[in-house]
């Protein structure tokens, strides 16, 4: 199983912003999709945003115009930035990726690698 790795989250407060990081442990270009989602505690897993080989990008609409999802193929990285983070967005936020591309912000399901997460805590 490839690993991934998240960094970057933390406590901010609503307004601010955060970069999360998800380093891969193989080419990121060889994914049919990388994205990220979140879980709330007693909140069902949502899908944030996911990127496909091609760079085509899918947003959940609760993140769209805020949240901007991207990566660098030569460093074998997948961004996440967070802008205008509300209170909602507390979660913990996992980076996922398979070969099958995505049709939407749902690239964890199905055969999926999940990294271990990081915590975003953002303030009113």
């Known amino acids: 199983q490839p690993q991934l790795v998240e960094s970057g989250g933390g406590s901010v407060q609503a307004g601010g912003s955060l970069r999360l990081t998800c380093v891969a442990s193989k080419f990121t270009y060889s994914y049919g999709c990388m994205g990220w989602f979140r879980q709330a505690p007693g909140k069902e897993r949502e899908g944030v945003a996911a990127?496909?080989?091609?760079?085509?990008?899918n947003y959940a609409d609760s993140v769209k115009g805020r949240f901007t999802i991207s990566k660098d193929d030569a460093k074998n990285t997948l961004y996440l930035l967070m802008n205008s983070l509300k209170p909602e967005d507390t979660a913990m936020y996992y980076c996922?990726?398979?070969?099958?591309?995505?049709?939407?912000?749902?690239?964890?399901?199905?055969?999926?690698?999940w990294g271990q997460g990081t915590q975003v805590t953002v303030s009113s």
């Open positions: 996922a990726a398979r070969a099958d591309t995505a049709y939407d912000a749902d690239c964890y399901s199905g055969s999926a690698s």
């Open positions: 990127i496909d080989s091609d760079g085509s990008t």
